[in-house]
């Protein structure tokens, strides 16, 4: 199965290779070694100005950031099929898009992802589906959230749809009382709004330990994603996948050495700081 395009070759990239300096090229040449990356994206602005939430990427920086994975090669599966097939069916470059909280401006990002033959992955607060996000705000964009006719759509074209909690809360800090609420409630409630089993979670804030963890398991999850920097199945268990957060500055260039790095310090004086302290011990 092709995993990175359901309507046969991906669609060419305009110019991606020109756009990046020789040497986030000439590293990028060995990506995919390491096994699949999961990438993070919370919210996608119009292309008017920079936005000032770190977490929110301009159109312009996805399409680009889309553009060069599909001209890449880059298998761009779901999170649940990442986890349903053996770590070794993910031998060529692989990266899982996924999206947490459920902006409504991911619609956007949807389009131009459906335009490309590509899938992504979603973590939606149930307790705010269609509302304003009801958790501490951060900087993040106002308005409502997804709504339930906008998720099934989403499905209805190929994206998964995953929980992020009922109320987007940390789940390190709530009793077993709330955790089994977070966990099971918030499937049970995706399940009924898009008729079909909810098999994978993100942890809001990133905040997991072992507990929360084996909840998520117990809950029925098949998978969940932390924050935690690094190739996406390093740790050897499908409730920890790691990811790789995309910054609106990052630049194309950046976003090639995060993908063949798996590590977030890929600025150049960080790695020329990495190549001085590997010489050093060698
Ligand atoms: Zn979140």
Redesign the pocket.
């Known amino acids: 199965m092709d995993w990175h395009s359901e309507s046969g070759m991906p669609v060419p990239a305009a110019r991606p290779v020109s756009m990046i300096d020789p040497l986030s090229t000439w590293l990028h040449r060995d990506a995919g070694q390491h096994g699949p990356v999961m990438l993070m994206y919370?919210a996608v602005a119009s292309d008017a100005g920079s936005p000032a939430w770190p977490w929110t990427v301009t159109m312009q920086q996805f399409r680009n950031q889309l553009d060069f994975l599909a001209a890449e090669g880059y298998a761009i599966p779901t999170m649940g099929e990442l986890v349903s097939c053996p770590a070794k069916t993910w031998t060529g470059r692989t990266a899982v898009i996924t999206f947490?909280?459920g902006y409504v401006d991911n619609l956007a990002a949807c389009e131009e992802l459906q335009k490309r033959g590509m899938r992504a992955s979603w973590?939606i607060?149930t307790g705010s589906i269609g509302q304003p996000p009801k958790w501490p705000a951060d900087g993040r964009p106002g308005g409502r959230l997804l709504n339930a006719t906008e998720l099934r759509d989403m499905q209805a074209n190929g994206m998964e749809i995953g929980s992020?909690t009922a109320t987007?809360v940390r789940l390190t800090e709530v009793d077993e009382t709330r955790l089994l609420h977070e966990l099971a409630d918030s499937k049970a409630m995706l399940e009924d709004v898009l008729g079909n089993t909810v098999g994978s979670f993100?942890y809001?804030?990133g905040a997991w330990d072992e507990r929360c963890a084996e909840a998520v398991r117990q809950s029925g999850y098949t998978a969940a994603c932390t924050t935690r920097t690094g190739w996406a199945l390093r740790d050897n268990t499908p409730y920890l996948l790691r990811r790789l957060t995309v910054f609106n500055t990052d630049t194309l260039g950046s976003f090639a050495r995060k993908l063949c790095l798996g590590r977030h310090d890929v600025r150049w004086r960080d790695l020329a700081g990495h190549a001085i302290r590997r010489l050093n011990k060698a």
């Open positions: 919370h947490d909280d973590f607060v992020h987007h993100a809001p804030y």
